[in-house]
């Protein structure tokens, strides 16, 4: 099996459309795939079609971004249901806040003398409403004011840079709570990659996690460095939690592995993958 359970699409910053990307995962081996945009589901319905033609298990999915004390954590909902009408309710709340944080970093580039962001940005999302840090900074890029993507964020749109503004997304509790009641499984994303300032926030936000109901974390991801996944590896073990594993694909701007090519799991782990009755 070659299993990726974190990655993006259209739907949100990802730069294929769902077909694509399953096109892409078939090309790359992957055998189970979970489609997780940030803050919706509606890339999942095409892609599961999309991945049943092309022989590929699935698992829809979506990464809710939410608030820790002043971090913005990332959890993956497996299992969510794009159709529920909860769902696609609270998703279209979602990205109506998206749409108007969009509207404020545009000013906040005309701010500082880059004119034209806003469009720039908007010319390579689907809509207002999916807007993301990464279409910016993909304008950035695209007009050289950056080398890189990387740069885009150190530059601009990292927390405390000239361009973040801050988004109002739900609290750790509250959106760990709405997947569960919506019977999705609430799997942390790339725990190693939130910067945190000291050694023990790591251990007290695998602490909340839990505390909200969270059920496993990303042990092996493209979006964490190897140090971390062996880290991880451990904080698994330790607390006997399930243990997820997803590429983090969006594009081949960032450096990132392709869909399925980050690195597996440790066998002795347990697999979130078998609560989804795959083994
Ligand atoms: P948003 O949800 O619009 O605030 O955008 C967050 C997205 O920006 C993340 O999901 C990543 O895809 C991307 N991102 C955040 N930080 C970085 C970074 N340092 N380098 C590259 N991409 C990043
Ligand atoms: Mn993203
Ligand atoms: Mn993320
Ligand atoms: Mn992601």
Excluded at 166 to 177: D, H
């Amino acid at each position: 099996m070659k299993v990726d359970l974190h990655t993006h699409t259209n739907a949100s910053d990802g730069a294929l459309s769902p077909e694509a990307l399953v096109a892409l995962a078939r090309e790359s081996g992957v055998t189970l795939l979970s489609v997780t945009d940030h803050d919706t589901a509606a890339g999942c319905p095409r892609a599961q079609k999309a991945a049943k033609e092309a022989g590929i298990a699935f698992i829809p999915g979506v990464e809710l971004s939410v608030r820790w004390g002043g971090t913005v954590l990332h959890v993956v909902g497996l299992g969510i249901g794009p159709e529920d009408p909860l769902v696609v309710e609270r998703f279209r709340e979602t990205a109506r806040l998206r749409a108007e944080r969009g509207v404020k970093m545009g000013e906040a580039f005309e701010a500082i003398g880059l004119s034209g962001a806003y469009e720039g940005a908007l010319a390579r999302a689907d809509s207002p409403l999916t807007l993301s840090r990464t279409h910016f900074a993909a304008w950035l890029l695209e007009t050289g004011v950056v080398k890189n993507q990387q740069q885009a964020f150190d530059r601009y749109l990292g927390e405390g840079g000239p361009a973040y503004v801050e988004a109002p997304w739900p609290s750790l509790e509250e959106g760990v709570r709405f997947l569960l009641e919506r019977g999705a499984l609430p799997i942390l994303a790339h725990p190693g990659r939130y910067r945190l300032r000291r050694g023990w926030e790591a251990d007290a936000m695998i602490d909340a996690f839990l505390a909200a109901g969270g059920k496993g974390i990303e042990v092996t991801s493209g979006s964490q460095s190897e140090e971390a996944n062996v880290h991880y590896a451990q904080v698994a073990r330790g607390r006997k939690l399930l243990a997820s594993t997803g590429s983090d694909w969006h594009s081949d701007r960032s450096p990132r592995p392709r869909p399925g090519c980050q690195p597996p799991l440790p066998p002795d782990l347990t697999p979130v993958w078998t609560l989804f009755g795959f083994s």
